[in-house]
C-alpha cells in the first residue's frame, strides 16, 4: 500500500511540483495519473521510489517511509519498486540480457557487478521476465537495433527481474507510435492482472487513460483534481483537468474507441 | 496613411572580442620573439658549419641497426605497461574527477585539482623525479609514464563522462544499484569507445617520449641517443633516427586505423 | 488472444573470440613487464623516497624568498619558465602561419586528390619526428644552444599535428554554405574566403591554443638538452640534489602553466562558443 499523507513537493527554484497530496493506493490498483505537463503527475510518480525528494509531509510504500529516507534505506526501497521511462533509459551498447540484469543489481555484491559477471540464479530471472513480455529471442542482441516498443518491453523485463511489488511508468508511450503504445499499455495491463503487481502509469494520452486505467488521477496545479473509475471521467472532467477544451493533441492519432479493458 | 518609413539601425561596433583577440596575439609575439632573441639569420649565413653538421645525420651506419633493437624494444614495452597501468589508475581517477560518478564534492574538487597538477609537469620532469627516487634505469621511466598519462587520460576521460547520457544511469538508480555499480553498468559501457581512443593516443606519446626521457637516466632507446650524442658518433645516431621514425611513423598509422574503427 | 508457444531461448553467441582477445592482450602486457630489466626492488623503496624528497622540496618551498639564495631560485626560475612560454608561443605562431595553408592543400573538399595524398604524408612524416630530434639534429647546429633553437623544434614539430587537425576540420564543414558561395560566382579563393575559412576558423584557432599548452611542456623538455628555458635549469638542480632548488623550479612549473592553461582554456572556449556567448553579451548591455 503506498499512502501520501499532506505530501509537498518544493523544487530548489521556487516551484511547487505537489501541494499537498493525500492519497492512498491500494495493493495491486492499476492507477493512471493524467494532466497538463507541469501539473505534478511526474512529479508524483517520482517521488514514490525517491527520485524527486519529498519537502514535507509524509509518504510510505508499505512499511517504508520514503520521506527523509537514507541512501541506504532509499536502495532498499527502488529494489522493490522498478520504473520504466519515456526514452526507455536502456544501454544502447550491450545486450538486451544485460539491461534486464539491471534489475537484479540490488542484489547483487559489488565485486561481481565489476567483474561484469552474473549468478545463474539471476540470468534464469532475467530470462524469464525476458519470456514473459515476449522478446527472448532477443537476448543477446545490442539493444540500440531494436525498435522503439521492443525497447520498452525490455525496460519492462528489466523492472520484472527486480521482482518488484510496485511499477511505476513516466511517460512510458509519449514516445512510441499508436500501435505500440497500446501494445505497451496491454503489456502492463496484464502483467498488473497476473502478477498482482501495483502499477501506476503516468499519461497524456487520454483514450489510453480511459481505455486501460483501472483508476484515475487527475492533477493540475500539484493538486488532485480527480480521483475515480474511468466510466466517471468523461470529457467534461478532463476539460475540467486540464483547464480547457479537449483538443486532438490530448489522444491518439486513429485510434479506434472500441478498445477498453475488455480486450485482450 | 502612409506606411512609416523603416529607420536603418545603426551599424553596430564591430566585434570587439576577434580584434582584440588578435591585437593581443601581435604584441605578444613580438615579446616573445624578443625575449627568446629571435634571430632567422644563421640560417642564409655561416651556415657551412651548421649544415655540416646536420649532413652528418644524413648519412646513417647501416651496420648499427642491429644494436637498435633491444632498445628499442624496451621503450615498446616501457610504453605498453606505463599505458596499461596508466588506464587503470586513470579510470578510477576519471571516475572521482567527474560530477556524475561522485557526488561527494569534497572529492571531485580535490580529485580535480591534483590531476590538474599532474597534468602541469613535463613527463621529462617525471622522468627526473622518479629517477631520483628510484634510480636510473627502466622502473624510472615506467614510473614516470604512468604518473604522465594519469593526469591526461583522467582529464579526457572525466569530459567524457560528463557528457554521458543520463537516461541509463537514472534507470540504473531507480533499480537500487550503488554507486560502483552505477558507474560499471551505465558509465562504463557509454565511454568506453573513447576510453580506448585516449589510450592508443598516450601509448603514441610515451612512445615518444621515451627519447627525452633515456637522457634523463630513464631508460629505452633514449639512453641510446644521449650516449652517441656525447660520443660525437653522428653516423650511429642517424641510424638510430631512421629506425625511430620509421617506427613512430607506424604506430601513428596503425593507432589511427585502430581509433577510426573505434569511433564507428 | 492467447499466450504465444513457449519461444526457445537463443544460445549465447561465442564469448571465444573476446575471451581470446582479452587474454592475448594480457599475454603482451606480461611479456613486456618480464622483459624489462628493471630493478623492480627500488619500486618498495619509491614511497619513502617521494616523502623524503617531497619534504625537502616543501621546505624548501617554504623558505624565506626575499633572502639569498633562494630569491635567486624564484627569480631564475620564473625568468626562465617565461621563457619556455615565450618559445612555446613563437613555436605555435610558426606553425600556426605554416599549417594553415597546408591544411586546405590536405583536405579532400579544398584540394583535388593529387596534392592531398603527398601533403597528408608529408604532414604524418613531420608528425612522426620528435621535437628532440629536430632539435639535435637540425636546430641545435644551425642556430645554437638557446631558446630560438627550441622555439624553431616547437614551429616545425607542430605543423604535422596542426596541418591535420586543420584538414580534418575543414573536411568536417557543411557543405551548403560553401555551395552558396560558389553558386554566387565567386571564385575558387574568394569561395575558400568567404564559404570555408568562417566555419573552420574557431574550431583551427582552439587546436592552435590547444598545441601551445602542449608546447609549453615540450618547451621545458627541450631545455633538458639545451634549447632553453627552464629544462636545463631543472635538470642541473636534479643533478645536483639541490631539493630546494628543485621544489622552487617545480612549483613555479606547475602554477604558471596551470595558470596559462586556464586562461587558453578560457578563450578557447570563448571562441568556440562565439556567436552565442557574443549574443549573450548584446542582451546584457541592451537590455
Given at each position: ?26 495493493d495491486?490498483?492499476?492507477?493512471v495519473v ?5 501539473a ?6 517520482r ?5 524527486v ?36 533509459n ?34 534464469e ?7 514473459r513480455v515476449?522478446?527472448?529471442e ?9 525498435s ?34 497500446n501494445?505497451v ?19 497524456h ?6 481505455a ?11 493538486r ?27 489522444i ?9 479493458p475488455t480486450?485482450t | ?31 616573445a620573439?624578443?625575449?627568446?632573441d ?43 605497461v ?14 572521482l ?30 622522468g ?20 604522465f ?14 557528457a ?13 544499484a ?9 558509465v562504463?559501457p ?7 581512443s585516449?589510450s ?14 633515456g637522457f ?47 569511433a564507428? | ?16 573470440r573476446?575471451?581470446?582477445l ?25 614511497p ?13 618551498v ?40 597546408l ?7 579544398t ?7 603527398p ?7 613531420i ?8 632539435v ?58 568567404w ?41 642541473r ?13 617545480l612549483?613555479?612549473?606547475?602554477v ?10 578560457l ?21
Amino acid at each position: 500500500m503506498i499512502r501520501f499523507t499532506d505530501v509537498v513537493v518544493r523544487y530548489p527554484n521556487g516551484t511547487v511540483g505537489l501541494d499537498g497530496i493525500d492519497l492512498t493506493i491500494r495493493d495491486g490498483e492499476f492507477v493512471v495519473v493524467v494532466g497538463l505537463s507541469g501539473a505534478g503527475k511526474s512529479t508524483l510518480v517520482r517521488t514514490i521510489n525517491g527520485l524527486v525528494p519529498v519537502t514535507s509531509g509524509e509518504l510510505a510504500v508499505g512499511e517504508s517511509r520514503v520521506d527523509g529516507a537514507g541512501k541506504r534505506a532509499l536502495r532498499d526501497l527502488r529494489a522493490r519498486v522498478g520504473m520504466i521511462f519515456q526514452s526507455f533509459n536502456l544501454v544502447t551498447r550491450t545486450t538486451v540480457l544485460k539491461n534486464v540484469l539491471v534489475g537484479r543489481l540490488h542484489s547483487t555484491p559489488t565485486l561481481l557487478t565489476l567483474l561484469g559477471v552474473a549468478r545463474k540464479a539471476d540470468v534464469e530471472i532475467a530470462f524469464q521476465a525476458l519470456e514473459r513480455v515476449g522478446i527472448v529471442e532477443k537476448a543477446y542482441t545490442r539493444a540500440s537495433q531494436l525498435s522503439g516498443g521492443q525497447q520498452q518491453r525490455v525496460a519492462i523485463a528489466r523492472v520484472l527481474a527486480q521482482q518488484p511489488e510496485v511499477i511505476l511508468a513516466d511517460e512510458p508511450v509519449a514516445s512510441l507510435d499508436p500501435p505500440t503504445a497500446n501494445l505497451v499499455m496491454r503489456d502492463l495491463q496484464r502483467i498488473n492482472r497476473e502478477l498482482g503487481i501495483t502499477t501506476i502509469v503516468n499519461l497524456h494520452f487520454l483514450d489510453l487513460a480511459r481505455a486501460y486505467g483501472q483508476r484515475i488521477i487527475g492533477m493540475r496545479g500539484g493538486r488532485i483534481v480527480f480521483d475515480g473509475p474511468p466510466e466517471e471521467a468523461d470529457d467534461a472532467v478532463f476539460a475540467q483537468i486540464y483547464g480547457r477544451s479537449l483538443t486532438a493533441d490530448d489522444i491518439l492519432p486513429d485510434t479506434p474507441v472500441e478498445l477498453g479493458p475488455t480486450a485482450t | 496613411m502612409t506606411a512609416p518609413v523603416a529607420v536603418r539601425p545603426p551599424k553596430p561596433r564591430p566585434a570587439l572580442g576577434m580584434w582584440s583577440l588578435l591585437a593581443a596575439s601581435v604584441v605578444i609575439t613580438i615579446v616573445a620573439g624578443s625575449a627568446i632573441d629571435f634571430d632567422l639569420l644563421p640560417l642564409f649565413s655561416d651556415t657551412t658549419r651548421g649544415w655540416f653538421i646536420v649532413s652528418q645525420f644524413f648519412a646513417p651506419d647501416w651496420s648499427y641497426l642491429g644494436r637498435t633493437v633491444a632498445p628499442l624494444l624496451d621503450t615498446l614495452a616501457i610504453a605498453v605497461v606505463a599505458t596499461a597501468f596508466g588506464c587503470v589508475l586513470a579510470l578510477g581517477a576519471a571516475m572521482l574527477a567527474s560530477r556524475i560518478t561522485t557526488r561527494n564534492g569534497a572529492i571531485y574538487r580535490t580529485s580535480k585539482a591534483v590531476l590538474s597538477v599532474l597534468r602541469s609537469l613535463p613527463d621529462v620532469v617525471w622522468g627526473m623525479l622518479f629517477v631520483a627516487f628510484v634510480g636510473v634505469g627502466a622502473l624510472a621511466g615506467m614510473l614516470a609514464l604512468v604518473a604522465f598519462n594519469v593526469g591526461i587520460i583522467a582529464k579526457l576521460t572525466a569530459e567524457t563522462i560528463d557528457a554521458v547520457d543520463p537516461g541509463p544511469l537514472e534507470a540504473a538508480d531507480a533499480a537500487g544499484a550503488n554507486s560502483v555499480q552505477r558507474a560499471r553498468v551505465a558509465v562504463v559501457p557509454q565511454i568506453l569507445p573513447n576510453f580506448a581512443s585516449y589510450s592508443l593516443y598516450v601509448f603514441e606519446l610515451n612512445v615518444r617520449a621515451s627519447v627525452v626521457l633515456g637522457f634523463v637516466g630513464a631508460g629505452g632507446i633514449g639512453t641510446q641517443i644521449a650516449v652517441e650524442l656525447a660520443r660525437f658518433n653522428y653516423d650511429n645516431l642517424s641510424a638510430i633516427i631512421v629506425v625511430l621514425f620509421v617506427v613512430v611513423f607506424a604506430i601513428d598509422q596503425i593507432s589511427g586505423v585502430l581509433r577510426r574503427r573505434l569511433a564507428s | 488472444m492467447t499466450a504465444p508457444s513457449p519461444v526457445v531461448r537463443p544460445r549465447r553467441p561465442g564469448k571465444l573470440r573476446y575471451v581470446a582477445l582479452q587474454l592475448a592482450v594480457l599475454a603482451v602486457i606480461a611479456v613486456c613487464l618480464t622483459s624489462l630489466d628493471a630493478n623492480w626492488s627500488r619500486l618498495l623503496d619509491a614511497p619513502a623516497a617521494a616523502w623524503t624528497y617531497g619534504t625537502l622540496m616543501v621546505r624548501g618551498v617554504l623558505q624565506n624568498p626575499f633572502a639569498e639564495p633562494h630569491l635567486d631560485y624564484w627569480l631564475t626560475s620564473f625568468e626562465l619558465m617565461g621563457q619556455s612560454i615565450a618559445m612555446a608561443w613563437v613555436g605555435t605562431v610558426i606553425a600556426a602561419i605554416l599549417s594553415f595553408p597546408l591544411g586546405f592543400l590536405a583536405a579532400s573538399n579544398t584540394a583535388p586528390r593529387w596534392i592531398v595524398l603527398p601533403v597528408r604524408q608529408l604532414l604524418n612524416a613531420i608528425r612522426a619526428i620528435p621535437d628532440v630530434i629536430l632539435v639535435i639534429v637540425v636546430m641545435v647546429p644551425v642556430f645554437g644552444l638557446g631558446p630560438m633553437s627550441g622555439a624553431l623544434a616547437l614551429g616545425v614539430g607542430s605543423v604535422g599535428t596542426l596541418g591535420k587537425l586543420a584538414s580534418e576540420a575543414i573536411e568536417g564543414i557543411q557543405p551548403g554554405p560553401v555551395e552558396a558561395v560558389r553558386a554566387s560566382g565567386a571564385r575558387p579563393v574568394q569561395v575558400i574566403r568567404w564559404g570555408v575559412i568562417p566555419q573552420v576558423l574557431p574550431e583551427i584557432v582552439a587546436f592552435w591554443l590547444y598545441r601551445f599548452e602542449v608546447n609549453i611542456r615540450a618547451g621545458a623538455i627541450l631545455g633538458v638538452v639545451g634549447a632553453g628555458g627552464i629544462g636545463a635549469y631543472i635538470g642541473r638542480a636534479f643533478d645536483s640534489r639541490d631539493w630546494d632548488r628543485i621544489g622552487i623550479a617545480l612549483l613555479v612549473i606547475v602554477v604558471v602553466t596551470m595558470l596559462v592553461d586556464a586562461i587558453s582554456g578560457l578563450v578557447r572556449h570563448r571562441i568556440i562558443a562565439g556567436p552565442v556567448a557574443r549574443a549573450a553579451q548584446l542582451e546584457r548591455v541592451v537590455g
